[in-house]
């Protein structure tokens, strides 16, 4: 495989991309820090240029306002106010105007705003109506300078004889006007005096500007958007504004930016001109000419490309020597390792450097070297790997029949279960359908395998299993259960598994089925048949204990052998009796024949008569029994009888496995709506293996002390089955070494009445 670019020449673009994207970078670099310089001198230049054109600007007036307002003050011309000399005052007008040639509108009212002198004109003793700034000076009393704008008749009034020509007299002139009010000895205003500065007749403003400002700043001054007067001549003539710089500064916003004029892009800041009622009557402007900074800009663009250039191509032709130099020994290394890969192992290269590419060519003829080594040890091991790969064969052949084998008795197995079993995978098709589930189900296995477990529970009739198989894809309801139920004549058990994968998803179901009514019939045959059996024998039984009850009690001539012997007899004959009535309250319990009478009981007079009833027994084994049952609890709504019943099995219980001289704890507790009561004895405690077998009917638990004592395996059962019929629950508790407790529930009144109002007619 040869190279598309060889090192060199990828060393050369790789310096030459670096010199391009350094140079870029320190162009844009560059360039951004000069913008930002040169924008922050325009505005630096902007402010103090619009600084020192408002100073300028407002300077004339003030110079007005302190030149006229002494003279206000003379008492000479509040007389010429009062007495209305027309002359002297115009006379008086005449050296004002000597003093302040620039002041074109110099005019003299009195209180009432009639004008009584003005310049190069006789006054007419009209009001000179100029609203805001007159009034404002005669409220303030003091002097006023503002910016308004005057109608050109009523400048000609004033004797400004220009506006009387024809074409002018019905426009209007911007004027800085200055009003100084002439208050008299006793504080009232008897008079004031008008000058102004008509800004219209001076487009072009003073030399001196330019002087200051130079050739790249415009000073301009606009009346409502149009300019008036500007700083530079050739550029006089008719300009407006542009209708959004208009509202920044009708809203007293000073505006900044970049504006167009006469052609030419200028970095513009504008001050309003408001007059003494706040609105806008003109502007003030100072314009700073972008060209200069441009070609500053240009300039320094020019000379960093140049360097840049200059730069590269001396870079590149240094990089060009370096890299001939460098690559030789590199090329040399590649033709090297070139022939090791066509298999010539022999194959080494020169160390005549001493930098790190005579390192290289070390560690390149250590590489040589050290793949010949291995050259040969990789032959002698892959005879080795070949003999290990057969045998490993063999042994695949022998796992692989093994496990077909087990594959062939597990599907045997499957094939012979009376059960019927079937999985699904995790999307609920059945993939397993043994013979069995083909016979409850009734249907073929061509029809089932791949179909969806509802479809198959669908087309057998089994739809009363369908909620219970969505709930097994539901995580937080999988899991195994077990439902009876009859269908088409049978009843079935049906056993529910949910398969999970190794990260803990559904993968499918087990469901197995086992068809329990032979059975159940068998049972239910057993059952009747030890029932009619027990009634039969409690009969004849019963007379056998009342006959050896009364020979016992009578027959004083018996001798103590044959009266031991008539002891045993009746001993035998009472056990008998309640093995057989054990087994007639279990099937009258089962076959729901036991009648309950429930009503409200209180738990602590049942403890009582229950622990009577076993005291004697209890006695006769130095048993102690201890009852903590308090006459606090609530009352509960049982059968008062049956809950005896169920009190006394259990410590017949503990009393017959209870070591002797030991004491048997009975209490009760409120948990809820529910009384629990619980019998503890300090007897051996029974086996997790035994425990499954309590409360199940003919069941003992195992052990050779148990063994001995005996028993029907009818108790326990008993007293599940009643406290099952007052809704509660039965369950055995072990302690941490010796003893047993076995606990049940009974609802409050109350709380279950009219459940079990309805087994108290049976």
């Known amino acids: 495989m040869h190279p598309r670019f060889g090192i060199k020449t990828k060393l050369l673009l790789s310096i030459l991309a670096i010199l391009l994207v350094s140079y870029t970078t320190l162009l844009v670099s560059t360039m951004n820090t000069l ?53 002297q005052l115009n006379e008086r007008l005449d050296q004002w105007h000597t003093l302040l040639p620039f002041q074109e509108l110099m005019v003299v009212l009195d ?11 006789a006054p007419d003793r009209l009001r000179f109506n100029l609203p805001g700034v007159i009034d404002q000076a005669m409220a303030s009393r003091v002097a006023v300078a503002s910016t308004e704008i005057i109608p050109g008749a009523l400048l000609c009034r004033a004797g400004v004889k220009e506006y009387c020509d024809q074409r ?108 003494s009622r706040g609105e806008f009557v003109g502007s003030l402007a100072v314009a700073v000419s ?99 790969n057969e ?69 057998a009739g089994f739809t009363v299993l369908m909620e219970r198989i969505r709930e097994l894809g539901e995580p937080e309801l999988a899991g195994g259960s077990k439902e009876e139920l009859t269908l088409k004549g049978k009843r079935l058990q049906v056993f529910f598994c949910s398969l999970t994968d190794e990260e803990g998803k559904f993968a499918g179901i087990v469901l197995s089925m086992r068809d329990v009514t032979v059975e159940q019939q068998v049972d239910r045959m057993k059952t009747e048949f030890i029932s009619t059996v027990s009634h039969e024998l409690k009969t004849p039984l019963t007379s056998m204990k009342g006959s050896l009850q009364l020979l016992l009690s009578r027959g004083k001539w018996l001798t103590d052998t044959e009266r031991q012997l008539l002891s045993v007899c009746f001993r035998n004959t009472e056990r008998l009796i309640r093995l057989i009535s054990d087994i007639l309250d279990i099937s009258g319990i089962e076959s729901g024949g036991m009648l309950f009478d429930f009503k409200p009981v209180s738990i602590g ?44 099995n259990l410590l017949s219980n503990a009393v017959k496995f209870s070591p002797e001289g030991k004491v048997i704890m009975v209490t009760a507790e409120q948990d809820g709506n529910y009384v629990v009561v619980s019998v503890a004895d300090r007897g051996k405690v029974i086996n997790w293996s035994e425990r499954e077998k309590l409360f199940k009917k003919f069941q003992q638990i195992e052990g050779a002390e148990r063994g001995k004592l005996g028993g029907t395996g009818l108790g326990l059962a008993i007293c599940k089955e009643i406290v099952d019929r007052h809704h509660g629950r039965i369950f055995y508790t072990a302690a941490k070494e010796w003893g047993n407790t076995f606990s049940f529930t009974v ?16």
């Open 35 to 87: 913008s930002a310089s040169l924008h922050t001198e325009i505005d630096r230049n902007l402010e103090a240029n619009l600084r020192f054109a408002r100073s300028q600007y407002f300077d004339r007036a003030d110079i007005v306002k302190y030149s006229l307002l002494q003279s206000t003050t003379s008492p000479s011309l509040h007389t010429e106010i009062r007495d209305k000399e027309t002359k």
């Open 290 to 388: 972008t060209e200069r900074f441009k070609k500053i800009r240009r300039d320094n663009l020019d000379n960093i490309v140049a360097s840049a250039f200059l730069g590269i191509f001396c870079s590149f032709a240094l990089a060009f020597v370096a890299s001939r130099k460098l690559t030789k020994p590199l090329r040399q290394l590649a033709d090297g390792a070139r022939r090791i890969q066509e298999g010539d192992l022999d194959q080494r290269v020169e160390e005549t450097q001493n930098d790190e590419v005579g390192v290289l060519a070390t560690s390149f003829n250590t590489m040589a070297e050290a793949l010949k080594e291995r050259d040969g040890i990789i032959t002698r091991k892959t005879v080795d790997l070949q003999e290990l």
């Open 391 to 459: 045998q490993l064969e063999r042994k695949v052949a022998d796992r692989t029949s093994a496990l077909s084998m087990e594959m062939g008795r597990l599907e045997a197995v499957l094939t012979s279960m009376a059960e019927g079993v079937v999985v699904t995978d995790r999307d609920n098709r059945v993939v397993l359908f043994n013979p069995a589930a083909q016979q409850m189900f009734e249907l073929v296995p061509h029809r089932v395998i791949g179909a969806s477990l509802e479809r198959v529970c669908q087309m």
């Open 168 to 275: 002018k007299v019905n426009g209007e002139a911007l004027v800085v006007t200055v009003v100084i009010p002439v208050i008299g000895e006793d504080g009232a205003v008897i008079g004031t005096v008008v000058s102004g500065d008509i800004l219209n007749r001076q487009p072009n403003l003073p030399t001196q500007l330019k002087d200051v400002f130079g050739t790249d700043v415009e000073v301009t001054i606009t009346q409502r958007g149009m300019r008036i007067a500007t700083s530079r001549p050739s550029l006089a003539g008719s300009y407006h504004l542009a209708p959004r710089v208009v509202d920044y500064l009708e809203r007293g916003e000073v505006f900044r930016g970049e504006t167009e004029i006469d052609s030419t892009l200028y970095e513009t800041a504008i001050d309003p001109l408001l007059n």
């Open 747 to 762: 609802p409050i009144m109350g709380e279950t009445e009219d459940g079990q109002g309805q087994d108290s007619h049976r």
């Open 605 to 648: 007079e049942v403890a009582v008569y229950a622990v009577e009833e076993i005291k004697s027994y209890a006695m006769g084994r130095d048993i102690t029994i201890v009852n903590s049952v308090g006459e606090h609890l609530p009352t509960v709504y049982g059968d008062r009888d049956r809950l005896i019943q169920v009190i006394t």
């Open 111 to 121: 209180a009432d705003k009639r004008l009584l002198a003005s310049l190069n004109g």
